[in-house]
Each structure stands twice: as structure tokens, then as C-alpha cells.
């Protein structure tokens, strides 16, 4: 399974609404998760089965979708979150992750 | 709380072996799926090796037959066997720890493979 996302790079500042979009080759119903990288530190999980906030994570983010389209949607970006985001489906034991999209400071 | 550390990455002629270990602290490691993912420079994430809690393991094609991943129940630790080596291998190398439905619920900070003449 293929996973696409978009856009590639985003340029955005504090306090914007960020959406990024994730699609599958096939459906994956609502196996899909969210990642945030930065460098030097450990990926964090943010979204699991499409839509559920892991544990801790602020409110600001969320996830909706299923089937082959799916997006993340940080409601107010705030400046901890500029960072490179990943999806991932887990339908497969492959576990296909996404290109990545990097949300920069604009 | 939930602590994995990778040691064991370095810098390795093509065609030599490396052993990756991740020790984890928080959680059993014989109870969970484990799994590494790696990203080479520049590039996404690739999940390489995962090991079930029963003990069957799975392995991406780029990998197969060259990588074992294994545990140490009775040190908590996670390993990566890495032979034959190359240059595509350069990366840096996560542990994780996997929910039992695939997502990747922990991570480590990564440890770093060099693989250079």
C-alpha cells in the first residue's frame, strides 16, 4: 500500500489552521497514524485509528478520515509544532509510512 | 514511564555486521510487538523488522535474509542483527514499540549506521 502525502513542505505561521492531507493506494479503513518528528528527538505519536488523540497530546491536533483519505489538522499552530509530520497505515504488516510533510516557519 | 535507548550504530565497511540493541524500561518487552524503523538521510520512514509478542517476526524486502531481529526477555532488550551491509543501509535506526493493532505507540532517539568505505 502506497501512502501520499501533501503537500511536501508548508509554510505557515502561529496561530494559522494547518491541514495536511495523507492518501492510500487502497483502502485502509481507519488504520492510520500520525507522527511528529523533529531532529535530535523522538517521533511522537499524535493520532491513532484515524482520528483517536493519543494520550497527552494537545487538543490542538486532530485527524479525520477513512477508507484512502485522510487529514491532520492543527486547529492553531503554535511554535513547539514545526516539525515534520508522517502518516502511516497499519492494515499491512508492511506499514507503509507517508513521504512526510514539513510545516516551516513562514 | 516508557524509556527505549538504541546503542550500537556506528560507521561499518560494506559488506560487515552491526548489532543493534535497544534496552526498554517502563514496559515488557516480551508482553509487546517491537519493531524498527529506519530513515535514510533525506528520505521518509521505512519499518524494517517487527517481532509479535508470540515471537513471529516479519522483515521488509530491502532487508530480508540479511537482518534478525531478536530479544532478550531477561534483559528487556530489543536487538537488530544487521549483515552484508551497504551503502543503501545508511540510516538512522528507531526502536519502537508497536499496539498490538500496528501503530507505533513509543520510540527511541535513534541510533546512527554509517555504512562507508
Known amino acids: 500500500i502506497q501512502m501520499t502525502q501533501s503537500p511536501s513542505t508548508l509554510s505557515a505561521s502561529v496561530g494559522d489552521r494547518v491541514t495536511i492531507t495523507c492518501r492510500a493506494s487502497q483502502s485502509i479503513s481507519t488504520w492510520l497514524a500520525w507522527y511528529q518528528l523533529k531532529p535530535g528527538k523522538a517521533p511522537n505519536l499524535l493520532i491513532y485509528k484515524a482520528s483517536s488523540l493519543e494520550s497527552g497530546v494537545p487538543s490542538r491536533f486532530s485527524g479525520s478520515g477513512s477508507g484512502t483519505e485522510f487529514t491532520l489538522t492543527i486547529s492553531s499552530l503554535q511554535p513547539d509544532d514545526f516539525a515534520t509530520y508522517y502518516c502511516q497505515q497499519y492494515l499491512t504488516y508492511s506499514r507503509t509510512f507517508g513521504q512526510g510533510t514539513k510545516v516551516e516557519i513562514k | 514511564e516508557v524509556q527505549l535507548v538504541e546503542t550500537g550504530g556506528g560507521l561499518i565497511q560494506p559488506g560487515g555486521s552491526l548489532r543493534l540493541s535497544c534496552a526498554a524500561s517502563?514496559?515488557?518487552?516480551?508482553?509487546?510487538?517491537m519493531t524498527w524503523v529506519r530513515q535514510a538521510p533525506g528520505k521518509g520512514l521505512e519499518c524494517i523488522s517487527l517481532i509479535y509478542s508470540g515471537g513471529s517476526t516479519d522483515y521488509a524486502d530491502s532487508v530480508e535474509g540479511r537482518f534478525t531481529i531478536s530479544r532478550d526477555n531477561s534483559k528487556n532488550t530489543l536487538f537488530l542483527q544487521m549483515n552484508s551491509l551497504r551503502a543503501e543501509d545508511t540510516a538512522l535506526y528507531y526502536c519502537?514499540?508497536?499496539?498490538?493493532?500496528?501503530?507505533?505507540?513509543?520510540w527511541g532517539q535513534g541510533t546512527l549506521v554509517t555504512v562507508s568505505s
Open positions: 519502537a514499540r508497536a499496539h498490538s493493532t500496528g501503530y507505533v505507540m513509543a
Open positions: 517502563g514496559f515488557p518487552v516480551t508482553n509487546n510487538s
